[in-house]
């Protein structure tokens, strides 16, 4: 087993601005209808490509789909409840491979808790070398409790898991007050292998902890410039820009 730790200096991301945004969305998808199998804006423009297949518009076993040059999606509602949780399976086929999601978002007002399940599977003539499965965790109130207040947590509010044939990974981030209104995010990824090769991962894997240490620290590091640079435009609208901007993109 190996464990890697990184720390990264984000700006921080308001949680009201954040439950505005997920209401923005969700109050759009409940003014929209359907008619003979389109998905309809509320002011009636269609959205390019996308259908109910199945079951009837935002109750349980309703049915959509999306096509279009890069791929297909699939997503299909298990629940439909904006004051408690919302539940999904969503699926997506490209020509690099396909992915299988199921999400759950629970206190939805409140972004109190994000579920995500899931495996993916590359394509190619051995698609089950780059088979994973994996899961994640994120914990709303912990998160801006840790991020906001300092406050430490019993579990890190944010866990993902990632299993391969060969390897286990398990990534835990947690979020602390940094100055000048930012977030410093700790991050930690072990990483062990499975089953009977575990004794060889393990070689391979001190060998290259260095470079692998690197490769993570530099997507990190890149991650965290993005988002840097991407988050002040967004904060900057309010929430009917917010609506007035994903009404376009839809259109489109």
Do not use: K
């Not at 509010?157 to 995010?185: K, M, N, S, T, Y």
């Not at 393990?202 to 990190?220: C, I, K, T």
């Amino acid at each position: 087993m190996v464990v890697f730790r990184h720390t990264v200096c984000i700006d921080a991301l308001p949680r009201p601005w954040c439950a505005d945004a997920v209401g923005v969305l969700l109050d759009l998808a409940e003014a929209s209808r359907t008619e003979a199998g389109r998905l309809l804006l509320p002011d009636g423009s269609p959205v390019p490509g996308t259908r109910l297949v199945e079951g009837r518009h935002l109750r349980p076993g309703a049915v959509y789909t999306t096509e279009d040059d890069a791929g297909a999606v699939r997503v299909r509602i298990g629940e439909w409840n904006r004051h408690s949780r919302l539940r999904a399976a969503v699926g997506v086929r490209t020509p690099e491979g396909h992915l299988a999601l199921q999400v759950a978002l629970h206190g939805v007002d409140r972004l109190r808790l994000l579920e995500l399940s899931g495996r993916t599977r590359g394509a190619g003539e051995r698609p089950a070398s780059t088979a994973f499965r994996g899961s994640a965790v994120l914990r709303g109130d912990a998160w801006w409790a840790a991020a906001d207040q300092g406050r430490a947590a019993r579990t890190p509010p944010l866990h993902v898991r990632l299993d391969h044939r060969l390897l286990r990974a398990g990534i835990r981030v947690v979020p602390r007050p940094a100055d000048f209104g930012r977030w410093e995010v700790g991050v930690t990824v072990t990483v062990r292998g499975r089953h009977l090769l575990r004794p060889v991962a393990a070689v391979v894997l001190r060998v290259a902890q260095r470079r692998l240490h690197r490769s993570l620290a530099r997507e990190l590091d890149g991650m965290a410039a993005r988002w840097n640079a991407a988050l002040p435009g967004l904060l900057r609208h309010d929430r009917d820009e917010l609506r007035a901007a994903l009404l376009d993109e839809l259109r489109h």
